[in-house]
């Protein structure tokens, strides 16, 4: 009996202990606001991990940039201010062409194709990561991109000159090739941008759109499919070096749900959040022939300036993509 409650109480000692001096809160920045699918995807996988680990690590997501600003989860996260976050891979382009493989326009311009790229660029993306002190837990990808204007617009020369709401140096390449002016803005402050004219137009997908209720504003979508950016989940690597395995199958668990539930819901989203914007009152549809050659001929300039910079690894990536056709 004595050995017995000696265990029980051993028992209990190493269960209080977990859950107290063991228990670990993680704050998560997200840039984008709190009603957009990436950050209630992001919402349960942290749930997901709390629950997995018996509260050990209760992760506390930040959406709508307000822990860190859009562009400055990254660094939080590889200098340790946060241990975790999430972040527009294609954001980081200017640091390395390589996190714009997936703003190459019209390589990948569909679910199926934009997760082959992601497949024949995850090993490189993992290389760079690791290299930056991060480990890449998910990315889920955006809707196809398209067109967002103010005015009816058939042709490029249409839009000379119209302010370009910019996320990163694809969309903003891509407003200088079509004669716009880039203004690099967060989706969190879109809303606010366009009611007060410092954009008039941007490109993005139906999602933020419809997130942002950019019809009190804008009034026309146009379906380009130029591509599908990603966001990703990034932990801190000497965080992540420090769990035990137990942990890290956890995080590695709910990281593969709530990849796959972010697609499927990004998959979704696509018709509904489209047919959103028409009922707040946006004319959408597909861009007109003549614009969709002149956008594809912009598309090949833009392509072959990203395998410039990106050299045999980007080419390499492209190549693996191309042999999964
Ligand atoms: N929404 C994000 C990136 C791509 C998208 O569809 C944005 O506009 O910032």
């Not at 668990?253 to 509904?272: H, I, N």
Request: hydrophobic share 40%; aromatic share 10%.
């Amino acid at each position: 009996m004595k050995k017995l409650s000696t265990v029980i109480a051993a028992a209990a000692f190493a269960v209080a202990g977990s859950a107290g001096a063991m228990a670990e809160k993680w704050d998560m920045p997200m840039a984008y606001s709190a009603s957009n699918f990436h950050s209630a995807t992001g919402a349960e996988f942290a749930k997901c991990v709390t629950t997995g680990t018996g509260g050990d690590i209760e992760i506390v997501t930040h959406p709508s940039g307000s822990l860190f600003k859009g562009g400055d989860i990254k660094r939080a996260i590889q200098t340790g201010q946060a241990p975790i976050g999430e972040r527009l891979l294609s954001g980081h382009q200017n640091e390395n062409a390589i996190f714009g493989y997936d703003s190459i326009p019209f390589l990948a311009t569909s679910f199926d194709d934009a997760a082959k790229l992601y497949k024949a660029a995850k090993p490189t993306l993992e290389k760079i990561l690791t290299e930056q002190n991060l480990v890449l837990l998910y990315a889920v990808p955006w809707p196809p991109q398209g067109l967002y204007f103010k005015k009816e617009v058939n042709a490029v020369a249409d839009m000379k000159g119209i302010k370009f709401r910019s996320y990163n140096n694809a969309t903003a390449r891509l407003a200088e090739l079509t004669g716009m002016l880039p203004v690099q803005i967060e989706a969190a402050e879109i809303s606010q941008a366009f009611a007060t004219g410092v954009a008039d137009s941007m490109i993005s997908s139906g999602a933020t759109g419809y997130d942002r209720k950019v019809w009190e504003s804008l009034t026309h979508f146009y379906e380009v499919d130029a591509w599908l950016p990603r966001n990703y989940v990034m932990v801190n690597g000497d965080v992540w070096n420090g769990l035990d395995d137990a942990k890290k199958s956890v995080l590695r668990g709910c990281a593969e749900l709530a990849e796959y539930a972010g697609t499927w819901r990004a998959v979704e989203y696509t018709q509904f959040t489209l047919n959103g914007l028409k009922a707040g009152g946006m004319t959408v549809g597909p861009a007109g022939d003549g614009l969709k050659d002149e956008l594809r001929a912009i598309g090949e300039t833009m392509t072959k300036e990203w395998l410039d910079a990106a050299g045999a690894e980007g080419k390499a990536i492209v190549d693996s993509f191309k042999a999964m056709q």
